[in-house]
C-alpha cells in the first residue's frame, strides 16, 4: 500500500498539470486565429495555432533526451518557465499588432507543450503494468476541467485590459504557467539508476520496426491529426458562418470536455477489451463527427461533431499511448517515446499548417472529406497489428 501512494499522487499531481496545460492550450487555440484575423491576416490565420504543432514537433526528442538526464521534475518546470516566455511574447504582439511576432510566440509555446505531452508518459514510468493504461488515462481527465477553464479564461480576458483584446487572457496564461510549475514540486518519480542507464538496448530502428510500435504511432498519430486538422478550423469555420466567439468557445468547450472525460473510464475499458478494440473504436467516432459536420452549418452541428471528435481523439490516442508501453524496457523509454512524439506531431504540424489553406480556398466540407484517408490508415494499420501478432496463451486449467 505504501508503494502505490507515490504513485497515486504522481497521477493526481500530473492530472492537475494535465489540466493546467489543457487550459492554457485550449485559451491559445481560441484566440490566436481571432486576434490573427484581427490584425488582417485571413488567409494565415491559423498559422499561429499550427505553429504550436511545429514548435512541439521540433522540441519533443530533446525534451525526452532532457529529461532523461534531468529527471521529469526539473524538465517538466523547465517547460513551464519557457510557456510563461511564450505568454509576455502574445502581449507585446498584441501591443505592437505584429502578426509574425504572435507566430514566434505560438512557437514558443509548442516547445512548452513538447514538455507537457509527456505527462501523461510520465503517469507511466513507475506505474506497474496492469496499472500502466488507467495512469496514462486518468492523467488526460485533467483535460475535462480544462475544456471548460480555457474558454472561459480566454471568453473573461477577451475585454479584460483596455490596452488590447485578450491581453487579459494571456496575463491568466502566465499564471497558469506558474501554478504549473508549483504543483510539480509535488511530483516524485525517481530518474533512471546507473544499472537502467547501462541496460542494454535495441537501436531505435530496429525499436521502431516493431509491428506495435508502428501500430501504437499511426493509431495516435493519425486520431490526433484528424482532431488538429477539424479543431484548428472551427474558429475561422464558425466565425465565417456569423457566429460570435461566445459560441465558438462554448463547442470547443464541449470538444475539449469529449477529448478527456472518456480517461475516467478509457483505462479500465482497455484492460477489458484490449488496446485495438479501443482505438478502432475511436476511428469510427471520428467518422461520425465527419458526418455530422457535413449534415449542416448550425450550433448544434458544430457541437455535435466536435463532442465526437473528441470522444474519438481519447480513444485512439489513449490506446495508441497505452499500445506503445509494451514497446521498450527502461533503458529505452526517453528514445521510443521521443521517437513516437516527434512523428505525431511532425506530421501534425503539416495538417494543421494545411488547415487554414484548405478552409480558406476549398471550404469546410473539403477539411472534413481531407481526414477520411487518415483514419483510413489509423484503421488499416491497428488490424494489421492484430492478425500479425501471435495468439495468446491458453489459460492454465
Partial sequence: ????????????????????????????????????????????????????????????????????????????????GIGAISGVMVLVAIVRADFWLLCLAALTYGVFAAFGQYFRFAAADTAPQEFKSTAISLVLTGGVVAAFVGPYLAATGEDLLATGAFMGSYVFLIGLMVLIALVLSFLDIPNLTASERAAAQRSLPQIMAQPVFIAATLAATMGQGVMNLLMTAIPIAMVEADFQFADTAFVISWHSFGMFAPGFVTGNLIKRFGEVRIIMSGVVLQLLCIGVALSGEGVMEFWLSMLLLGVGWNFAFTGGTSLLTTSYNPAERAKTQGAMSFINYAFVAVVSLSSGALLHFFGWEWVNFSSIPLLAVAAVATLWFALSRPPAAPAPA
Avoid: D, H, W
Fill in 1 to 80: 500500500m505504501a508503494a502505490e501512494t507515490p504513485i497515486r499522487r504522481n497521477v493526481f499531481v500530473l492530472a492537475t498539470c494535465q489540466m493546467l496545460f489543457g487550459s492554457s492550450r485550449t485559451l491559445l487555440i481560441a484566440t490566436t486565429p481571432v486576434i490573427a484575423l484581427a490584425m488582417g491576416y485571413k488567409a494565415l490565420a491559423t498559422m499561429p495555432a499550427a505553429l504550436v504543432i511545429v514548435g512541439t514537433a521540433i522540441a519533443t526528442m530533446p525534451a525526452s533526451m532532457f529529461m532523461r538526464l534531468t529527471g521529469r521534475r526539473l524538465g517538466f518546470m523547465i517547460g513551464a
